[in-house]
Every structure is written in C-alpha cells, then in structure tokens.
T-cell receptor
Framework: AQRVTQPEKLLSVFKGAPVELKCNYS??????LFWYVQYSRQRLQLLLR??SRESIKGFTADLNKGETSFHLKKPFAQEEDSAMYYC??????????FGEGTQLTVNP | SQTIHQWPATLVQPVGSPLSLECTVE??????LYWYRQAAGRGLQLLFY??????ISSEVPQNLSASRPQDRQFILSSKKLLLSDSGFYLC????????????FGNGTRLTVT
C-alpha cells in the first residue's frame, strides 16, 4: 500500500538559513508527488509538483527514486515561509495520500 | 475562474445527531471531488472521492457517507454522529486528468459533544 512519511512534525530555522523538509514515500507504481502548503488562516494549496520541475517561492523538490524521497528545499528561508507543509503522493484514480505534515517556523 | 464553497465553517453537534456538510464547485465541469479529514498530528486522511454523479468511493470504513447528487455538489453525511467524528473536514476538487492538483475549500470544524 502507498505511504508518505514526513519524519519531522516540527522544524525551526532562522531567517536566511537553508531549510529542508523531508518526505519519503512507499509506492509500487510510478510516483507522482506534490508539496502542499497551508499558511496561517489560509487554505491548503499546492506549492509544487515534481512533474513540473519548477521552483516556487524559492522552493525546489527533486524526486529521488532510489531513495524514494521528495525532499523540499530552499537555500535561504524567509519568515513568510512559516507554514504547515504536506507531502502528497498521487495514486490510481487521482487520489492523493498525504503525509502527516511538517510545521515550519522561520525565526527572525 | 473556478471556486469551491464549503459550509458551514464551524459546527457543534450532539452525539447521535445527524450531519450534513455541503461542498459546491463553480466554473468547471465533471470535476473529481474529495472529502478529507485533517487531524492534528495525523495529516490528511482521504474519506471519500467521486469521479462523477452518483459515483462514490470510500477509502476507510466509518460512520460517515458521501453523496454526489449533482455534478458539482458533494455532500458528507452521517445518520448518528459519534464523538470520534469530531475533526476538521476538507472538501477538494481536481480536474479529471491525472496529475491534476487538488483545490481545497476552507474546511469545516466539527465538534461532537
């Protein structure tokens, strides 16, 4: 069965420091992976997806099939990056399996 | 542009009472529709999803049911609420193509007392 693991529930960094939010997945098929973000008092929304190979708000994520990982990275964290981040895996029928989320806090 | 509406925003219901949460989508046709429950420290759990009118797939056995009476309407229901049904419920839609991102509603905070 598919599974998404985000090992860190809480992550705290200082402004300007690099940040990496970890995501590992388990899936027998070809994975399609996403990162979703929920800022305070806002809706959960898509941040980026691996198929697009894009950088959004300075964040990137690379799919590593060998390590079954899809870690989210940003070289210089900003205070406005503080939010709840969810990694998600799409399986058959356009269903998303989400990880438990990582609460990122960027301190001034 | 597409929009998703979910209501009510908050709801307090006694144990044993019925439940009806409604979600509607505007600006698109034949979307995939989803109900998720978000629990603190447990992430998002998919409860139901629908790829068309009257087509409902249940992901986990539970006290809840879902219906899709119209193309862009998705309803989450219960005949008798349990204390364990308390939580934050999210409706979402996506285009009916693979790798299409989910668009979430604002959610409903349900408290069963």
């Amino acid at each position: 069965a598919q599974r998404v693991t985000q090992p860190e529930k809480l992550l705290s960094v200082f402004k300007g420091a690099p940040v990496e939010l970890k995501c590992n997945y388990s899936y027998s098929g070809s994975p399609e992976l996403f990162w979703y973000v929920q800022y305070s008092r806002q809706r959960l929304q898509l941040l980026l997806r691996h198929i697009s190979r894009e950088s959004i708000k300075g964040f990137t994520a690379d799919l590593n099939k060998g390590e079954t990982s899809f870690h989210l990275k940003k070289p210089f964290a900003q205070e406005e990056d503080s939010a709840m981040y969810y990694c998600a895996l799409e399986t058959s029928g356009s269903r998303l399996t989400f990880g438990e989320g990582t609460q990122l806090t960027v301190n001034p | 542009s597409q929009t998703i509406h979910q209501w009510p925003a908050t709801l307090v219901q006694p144990v044993g009472s019925p439940l009806s949460l409604e979600c509607t989508v505007e600006g698109t046709s034949n979307p995939n529709l989803y109900w998720y429950r978000q629990a603190a420290g447990r992430g998002l759990q998919l409860l139901f999803y629908s790829v068309g009118i009257g087509q409902i797939s249940s992901e986990v056995p539970q006290n809840l049911s879902a219906s899709r009476p119209q193309d862009r309407q998705f309803i989450l229901s219960s005949k008798k609420l349990l204390l364990s049904d308390s939580g934050f419920y999210l409706c979402a839609w996506a285009m009916s193509s693979y790798n299409s991102p989910l668009h979430f509603g604002n959610g409903t905070r349900l408290t069963v007392t």
